[in-house]
């Protein structure tokens, strides 16, 4: 395995144009190295000799995720052949792209994903580069253009110079020059605020966020960093549940294992709080690491300790944190209000950082844009100054 590939792009022949797209994306304006069968496996080449070669020199397969995707046998054995190759996703051999809703089942429930669903092109750009970001290796120099054209080729075009795939999603035709994605202004009380593409609505002006504590830091995890998420309803307050369950303490545990906040096979304590039922991961010395939090009134709650890397890093650590605790907190029972409010914040030996909620959002928008909001609140998270990640 020569591992001299950042990308091998996995999909099925009715998502060409999404797989055109982030291919194009990733090479031209990530800088990547990608493998893409259209572009690079020359007319006489054995098509299922090249698709073998391509798993096994990548670093990364992304799985261009689609209902069409899940029917297709081919497909299956490629992201397959990523998962055999790294089951506990520590190297993230298996990059999940979903570009259509589809039911995910068996192993692929268990792996973060990146949503490209209903966003903008603009969006969908920044959220696919975030995604595959990898901060502990080196950018790559721009690889050529393929000598020979996809089967976007755009009139025009020059002999064996493919024209620039378009986008394929909401925004239509890519624009000619990439704009910059424009940093909005942090709404004040009473105001619509304008975030790109999310329908936030203003909170009432006594709307006060919640923060109840979560676990310390502790000694042994001096250097780390701790983000949460804090969800809780934004205009009315549902009615209390008596007790929760055995079932719901279950349920809390197995929405942390689908979405990526707990391992699959660690071994998770559930509890009883002062309103309600929390889960807890600890490290093997006993230090509380990741949890989720589920009250009687509505309120759920999200933490976890993000690796140590590069302060660069920490970025994408943090991005893909909440991004895993939002898809949780979401798809606990009971359900959701009508409209929740949503704080974050980050926390660490060099300071603390939080966003309250930048207003009210409908429950039924959140579960289907939980990648959307939660890069919105990240964007949110480090512009503070106080926030060094």
Known sequence: MSDDVDFFISFNSADTRWAEWIAWTLREDGKHKVLFQLWDFPPGTNFVLQMHDAALRARHTIAVLSPAYLRSG?????????????????RRRLIPVMVAPCELDGLLTSIVRVSLIDLEEAAARETLLRGVADPSSAEYPAPPRPAFPGPSQRAGSSPGQPGKPAFPGAA?????????????????????????????????????????EVPSLTQVQLGSSRVELHLYPALEVPPAVARFSPSVQGALVAAGQRNGVFPAEATVDVYPTGQGVQAVLADSAGAPMTGLRIGTDGYRCGWLTLPLTRPGGRQAA?????????????????????????????RGSSGTGQVTSPGALSSRYLAGHAQHVASDLAMRLFELPAVEL
């Not at 105001?191 to 006060?208: D, V």
Request: proline share 15%; charged share 15%.
């Open 318 to 346: 943090a991005l893909s944190g909440l991004t895993s605790l939002l898809s949780a907190v979401t798809a606990l029972r009971p359900a959701l209000p009508g409209e929740v409010a949503l704080s974050v914040a980050i």
């Open 74 to 90: 081919y497909a299956a054995a490629e992201w397959a052949a990523a998962v055999a190759q790294d089951p506990l996703g520590q």
């Open 172 to 212: 239509g035709p890519a624009p000619a020059v990439r704009a910059p994605v424009a940093r909005q202004p942090r709404p004040v009380a009473g105001e619509a605020p304008a975030t790109a593409g999310i329908p936030w609505r203003p909170l009432p002006e006594n709307a006060l966020a919640r923060w109840p």
